[in-house]
């Protein structure tokens, strides 16, 4: 992010990192938020400064329908356009939960990590936030069976099914599993392709959005002033670099995954009353 971005974004930047601390007390931001109370409002978009573009000067023309204009030199997002967009990503992954389907999260910027792993893991849904693997879709056979290794190890481990090696194997399988864990830990539980990848970062993850494109997994993603929103199924004008922007615009994703899982659940209920 540049000096100017930067500049306008610091003292925001440091009050909502006083904040995260405050209601979560660790990095495991989404561990106990509330979002229940959470409700689309252009008002908490301009306080997380999701309006925050990148300089005029790195636009991509492919973006000026959702640029509202520009403010000593930066871009500024249209966020009525964010929330439409936003409408029509959250339809979408109401839909996919409501069919019981997975939503792959990447996030792999360092601004991102965190927040995506605490996210998927609060909704329950698979995340890479380390470097993407090549093959994870175009090659999901050979990266299935590397997860499953990763699952059954894991579960050795923990049965003591290991103490029979000698203290220096027990070492190199531990070291192995972890490793692995590291590697693809967040998708280690996923045995099929998701129905579609929430991406953080269009630019930095790419490599996840072609693959989703050869594979025909409908992407949605957070596109910020500065990339090609035609990459994407469904994007979301929004600032991809400060961490509060971030965390509001993940926290509206995960929100509607658990309002469609709440809404399938409450229906299998009623079913099974009959």
Do not use: C
Not at 15 to 31: M, R
Not at 72 to 83: A, E, F, P, S
Request: charged share 35%; no cysteine; proline share 3%.
């Amino acid at each position: 992010m540049k000096e100017e971005k930067q500049s306008a974004l610091k003292k925001q930047e440091a009050a909502e990192t006083g904040a995260q601390k405050t209601v979560s007390g660790s990095e495991d931001y989404f561990a106990d938020f509330n979002f229940e109370d959470l409700k689309v409002d252009v008002k908490a978009m301009l306080k997380a400064g999701v309006h925050f573009g990148h300089q005029k000067s790195r636009r991509n023309p492919k973006m000026g329908e959702y640029i509202y204009g520009t403010k000593n030199g930066i871009n500024i997002i249209d966020l009525q356009r964010t929330v439409d967009k936003l409408e029509e990503a959250v339809k979408f992954i109401d839909k996919l939960v409501s069919e019981g389907q997975i939503i792959l999260f990447v996030g792999t910027k360092k601004q991102s990590k965190r927040l995506v792993e605490s996210l998927a893991r609060r909704i329950e849904m698979p995340y890479v936030v380390e470097r993407w693997l090549g093959g994870t879709f175009t090659n999901f056979r050979n990266i299935s069976e590397r997860t499953r290794f990763l699952r059954e190890g894991q579960e050795k481990l923990k049965k003591g099914e290991y103490s029979k090696y000698t203290k220096f194997e027990q070492m190199k399988i531990a070291e192995e599993l972890d490793r692995l864990e590291k590697r693809m830990g967040g998708i280690k539980n996923m045995t099929k392709l998701p129905a579609a990848i929430f991406v953080t970062g269009v630019n930095e993850d790419k490599l996840a959005i072609a693959e989703a494109v050869k594979k025909n997994v409908p992407v949605i993603a957070l596109a910020d002033t500065n990339v090609d929103p035609s990459q994407v199924d469904y994007p979301i004008p929004s600032n991809e670099d400060a961490v509060s922007s971030l965390r509001l615009m993940l926290a509206y994703a995960g929100k509607a995954v658990l309002d469609a899982k709440k809404k399938v659940g409450t229906v299998k209920a009623e079913e099974n009353k009959k």
